[in-house]
Structure formats: structure tokens, C-alpha cells
């Protein structure tokens, strides 16, 4: 009985730090790259429901911290374990307190799960929503005062309204007068 225990335990464990694993790194590079090329998808003044996409990146910020935070309370957990179980080995002390670290673990990976999903989903909807637009945003016509960028979008350019001419040399200094 107490190998199978051990052996559940550990598969616990390892699930857990897998999960943890997995929530970091989806979360930080959604993050990423959501920063990074979303900008290039649609110009933020034109999209639709921006609030969405802030509202992702701060649910996957959150899922970032939360799981960072969450390593933190599962050294504690497994300090307060060792403790009792010090105690028990050592002095006989029954081992019947519950571990609180180890419920605020369990709290902190159902939030960064939640956190995770709701941002990758809030990211997902504002594409969707505003890929339609991303494409008519493309295809306008450039007004005349407007010089394509390098992503082929309307940007402010230089127009000049006139031609430009020299400016007119500096007087020169008045010949002196004889008589």
C-alpha cells in the first residue's frame, strides 16, 4: 500500500510541475507573440473591441504570475510536509495536520489554468472579430497625402503643396562711392 501511494504522489507531482511547465511557457509566448504582431494585424485605433486584447494580455500576464507565485507556495507546502513529517519520524507526533500550502497550491493552478484560458480565448475572439476589418483596413484607397509604409498600410508622407525653390542669395554689401 505504501508504494502505491508513493507512486500516486509522485505521478501527482509530476502532472502538477508538467502543468505548471505548460501554463508558463503557453502563456508568456502568447503573450509575446500577441505583442508582438498583433500591431501588424490591425492598426489599435481601428479595431474593434480593443478592450478584449488588453483584457488578454493582462489575463496572460496574470496567468504568467500567478504560476511564478505558485512555485513559491509549493516550496512552502513541501517545507510544512517536512516539518510534520520531522516530527512524526522524531518525536512520535501524529501527522494528521493538514498541509494549507498544499490547498493554496491547488488554488493557484486552477487560477493560472482559468487565467490562461480566458486569455488565449479573449485573443482568439478579437481576431476573429476584427479580421474582417484588418482586411478592408488594408485595402483602402491612400489619400493623396499619404505614402505607403513597408507593411503596404497608409501612413502620413511628406507632400509638398508647393515646389520648393532656392532661397534668394544674401545682399551683398554697397559698393563705396568715390568722387
Given at each position: ?5 508513493a507512486?500516486?504522489?509522485?505521478r ?18 502568447g503573450l509575446?507573440?500577441s505583442?508582438?504582431?498583433?500591431k ?13 486584447l488588453y483584457?488578454?494580455?493582462?489575463l496572460?500576464t ?8 505558485s512555485?513559491?507556495?509549493?516550496m ?6 517536512q ?15 493538514p ?8 488554488w ?5 489554468g ?8 479573449l ?14 483596413v488594408k485595402?483602402?484607397?491612400?489619400p ?5 509604409d ?10 509638398p503643396?508647393a515646389?520648393i ?5 544674401p545682399?551683398s ?6 568722387k
Amino acid at each position: 500500500m505504501a508504494d502505491f501511494t508513493a507512486e500516486v504522489r509522485k505521478r501527482q507531482v509530476s502532472a502538477s510541475e508538467n502543468f505548471d511547465k505548460s501554463v508558463l511557457t503557453l502563456s508568456t509566448s502568447g503573450l509575446a507573440v500577441s505583442l508582438a504582431f498583433l500591431k501588424d494585424f490591425i492598426p489599435i485605433g481601428q479595431a474593434l473591441s480593443a478592450w478584449m486584447l488588453y483584457a488578454s494580455w493582462g489575463l496572460l500576464t496574470a496567468a504568467t504570475v500567478i504560476t511564478m507565485l505558485s512555485f513559491l507556495a509549493s516550496m512552502r507546502a513541501q517545507e510544512f510536509q517536512q516539518a510534520i513529517a520531522e516530527g512524526h519520524y522524531r518525536r512520535g507526533e501524529a501527522h494528521d495536520k493538514p498541509n494549507p500550502w498544499d490547498q493554496f497550491v491547488i488554488w493557484m493552478n486552477r487560477a493560472s489554468g482559468a487565467s490562461f484560458i480566458a486569455g488565449v480565448s479573449l485573443t482568439t475572439l478579437f481576431v476573429a472579430i476584427n479580421l474582417q476589418r484588418a482586411h478592408e483596413v488594408k485595402n483602402l484607397p491612400q489619400p493623396s497625402n499619404t505614402v505607403p509604409d513597408r507593411r503596404g498600410l497608409p501612413s502620413p508622407g511628406i507632400v509638398p503643396s508647393a515646389p520648393i525653390r532656392p532661397a534668394p542669395p544674401p545682399p551683398s554689401a554697397p559698393a563705396p562711392q568715390t568722387k
